[in-house]
């Protein structure tokens, strides 16, 4: 399948006109100019993209990842790749350890599926004093046996593990979770800049959710936001769906990591993609007002009711950058950063790469989604 669009950003490039050619489900070729032979499609006046890849998701059309329900994760997964997330890690909150196991298991077994590239545990080794939405009476050390129990569940499936590096035993965490191959984050997090730093020199390689849930900034602790920034060992991550970061705080992070250490993330959950009212995030009750979600009784936010292609519309708009420039550093935060910090498969539109692409508007609104070179929404048709 040979397809020609006004503007292609392969994450390498920025072809202006650009053509993809497609082979079953991987990309074949790309170029600028005139295609190599008639195309199969003429886009025409848009946008193309690579995939995105939300590595931090909760999930969606009314349904939770936690409720280790095969429906509930087909559900939540089909309104994200229509918003064109063709890669998605699914994230757990804070729970018990036999109800996380049952959990990771169920997940584990979507993961081999297909339905899903990767879980994310957020939690349960987190502060108590930054547990945002989630249940602090469930906080715990992580404990060597309880991390084994937890990656045997996995069976591979693990992806991403956020802890906090002050609570007793993380740092042995950390070290027994990256020779499993997990890619530890630290979040929901007290730690002061030292302990931060110590847990960067363990493995840690990412940071969760930036400036949310975290120790701020002090002109005397600098604590984990500083330590995260300053370090390029690190990818940060940023909602930037309007609510959890001002678009200044987003532009300094961008200038202070660059834009190949940001990876921008949803942290979607179940009320993304309904209406308002009341919703379950793990063990705890949200509520939702004007799109906005909070822990019921209280003014946390409990994650977003964001999708992808919201939070890459925001990074371009916002990033004071020139409209070329900030498509490039969108595509790199939205794409291609979080699935190398994942140890993901390249997610740039570049020969041997899986056929995931983004159709968008003038707007940057989405009209086609190609995942594994299948229209999951045709731009000439709707939903395929």
Known sequence: MLLVADTLLTGAQLLRPGWIDIAGETVRATGSGAPPSAPDRVLGAVTVVPGF???????GAGANFTAGSTEQTAAAVDLHRRHGSTTIVASLVTAAVDELLRQVGALAGDV?????????LEGPWLSELRCGAHEPALMRDPDRDEVARVLDAGAGCIRMVTLAPERHGALAAITQLRSAGVVVAVGHTE???????????????VGTHLF???RPIDRREPGPIIALLEDDRVTVEVITDGVHVDPAIYRHITRSAGPQRVSLITDA???????DGRYELGPLGVQVRDGVARVAGTETIAGSTATMDRVFRFAVTHSGLARDA????AVAQASVNPARALGLP???LVAGAAADLVVLDADLAVTGVLRRGGWVLDPAGGDA
Do not use: K
């Not at 900030?326 to 550093?329: F, G, H, P, R």
């Open 346 to 348: 390249d997610a740039r």
């Open 112 to 120: 081999r599926a297909g339905l899903l590239d990767g879980i994310h």
């Open 212 to 214: 949310n849930a975290m």
């Open 191 to 205: 730690a002061t800049y030292a302990q931060t730093r110590a847990a960067i020199d363990a493995g840690a390689g």
């Open 269 to 275: 959950m179940a009320a993304t993609g309904m209406a």
């Open 326 to 329: 900030a498509l490039c550093a």
């Open 53 to 59: 890849v939300d590595t931090h998701v909760h999930g």
